[in-house]
């Protein structure tokens, strides 16, 4: 069979949407961000721990200093912005905040504060909210009761009000319903995942074929999330959080690959950047192992292989969809881990931000699967233009996803 330049690229369109897009995706392909805070009440003392990336500080120009001066100007950010009232006057710093170590990339301080005499409290978050809208703040608070309450935070719901004589039934149905409620914003701003649950739609057919798809993919990552979160399984986050950017690529590449009549030689070119990602790691340049890069290589080269010869694609796509549906669990299990809910809290988190995840993906089919159709049978070419563009768009963001956190 006779190779030329030309069975490499699937159209000239594909040319101009790459070009346009390329300059804007680290505009658009930013990711969440969350912090925690645990507050320990002692009597009227409060023992106040915070954690977060040491990434995201980098959004404020003191984040680039020295770790000493950044460490400082930290302290003195948080201090301001988070605040427990009692009886709406601020409690007073008992103990000034200071640095501690959590670990690589990571950064945490800690202070106390003082909150003598009071009948309610109200705890107010506003870090990283105004510079990064989408970022999730997690709430511990332990002393208040027999079990500890925890919470999430966004930039549409800052405080809380806390009630010491707040029963404990309601304490665990409203941390249910929270956390459905944060595992359908974890979707709505993950863009990821987001894109990844695109790409399985962009790739069309029946109902029954996306269902299948969109049910082994479900399965897949709520084994990997209930395994991550119960401490079974904690592989490295920047791994994880590269091959979830693979996945997407190899995704939307599968489609164009079809839609070019499986003609298109791209398969290959994702195939040979993950060879090249391999080599580099074994010379100990990026953050995926070369083991995981080579083996990227081998499945993505025996898929198109495999897929060149099957008439109905349908049968290996669920397939592919429940691999990376494992992968992307680790990348949910990621906003639950770092919380350290007790462990009776856990099972109701669990299965609430699971629910909120499948309630958020379902949306998202339900709003873009019958606009497909409808566009396919009424509009046969602006349906093409826009399976292709958006298949590209979600190419570009994977790949940019894939090298960018391999190599950061």
């Not at 721990?49 to 040491?54: C, F, P, Q, S």
């Not at 990283?128 to 930039?155: C, K, M, N, Q, Y």
Request: net charge positive.
């Amino acid at each position: 069979m006779t190779c030329t330049l030309a069975s490499f690229m699937p159209s000239k369109r594909f040319l101009a949407w790459m070009t346009l897009l390329w300059w804007a995706i680290p505009a658009v392909a930013h990711d969440r961000t969350q912090s925690y805070s645990s507050w320990r009440f002692d009597g009227a003392q409060v023992r106040v721990t915070v954690r977060l990336a040491e990434l995201d500080v980098t959004h404020f120009e003191w984040g680039l200093y020295p770790p000493k001066a950044r460490d400082q100007e930290l302290a003195q950010y948080l201090v301001a912005r988070l605040q427990l009232t009692a009886d709406s006057e601020p409690c007073p710093v008992l103990e000034a905040p200071r640095s501690v170590h959590p670990g690589a990339g990571r950064l945490a301080i800690t202070w106390s504060v003082q909150c003598p005499h009071w009948r309610s409290l109200r705890l107010r978050s506003d870090v990283l909210f105004d510079v990064v809208p989408s970022h999730l703040h997690f709430v511990r608070i332990e002393g208040l009761g027999p079990a500890a309450l925890e919470r999430v935070l966004t930039a549409t719901q800052r405080e809380w009000l806390l009630m010491a004589s707040e029963p404990d039934r309601d304490r665990v149905a409203t941390g249910f319903f929270s956390y459905v409620l944060l595992g359908i914003e974890h979707i709505a701003t993950g863009y990821d995942h987001l894109a990844f649950v695109l790409a399985l739609i962009l790739l069309g057919g029946s109902l029954r074929s996306l269902a299948k798809v969109v049910t082994a993919f479900t399965v897949a990552h709520s084994v990997t999330l209930a395994c991550s979160v119960l401490g079974w399984l904690r592989p490295q986050a920047h791994a994880i959080e590269a091959l979830i950017g693979f996945s997407i690529a190899m995704v939307a590449t599968e489609n164009l690959w079809l839609r070019a009549g499986r003609r298109w030689r791209g398969p290959w070119l994702l195939a040979t950047a993950a060879v090249v990602v391999a080599v580099l790691a074994a010379f100990g340049v990026g953050r995926v192992a070369p083991q995981i890069a080579a083996g990227l290589a081998l499945f993505v080269s025996s898929f198109f292989a495999l897929a060149r010869d099957v008439r109905r694609i349908d049968s290996l796509r669920w397939t592919v969809a429940f691999l990376f549906g494992l992968v992307h669990g680790f990348g949910f299990a990621s906003v639950l881990v770092e919380a350290s809910l007790a462990p009776a809290a856990l099972a109701w988190a669990l299965l609430g931000f699971n629910l909120g995840v499948e309630l958020g993906q379902l949306a998202v089919v339900v709003a873009v699967w019958p606009a497909l159709r409808w566009l396919q049978r009424q509009k046969p070419m602006i349906s093409s233009a826009v399976v292709e563009g958006a298949s590209t768009l979600v190419l570009a963001l994977g790949t940019y996803w894939f090298l960018s956190r391999t190599f950061e």
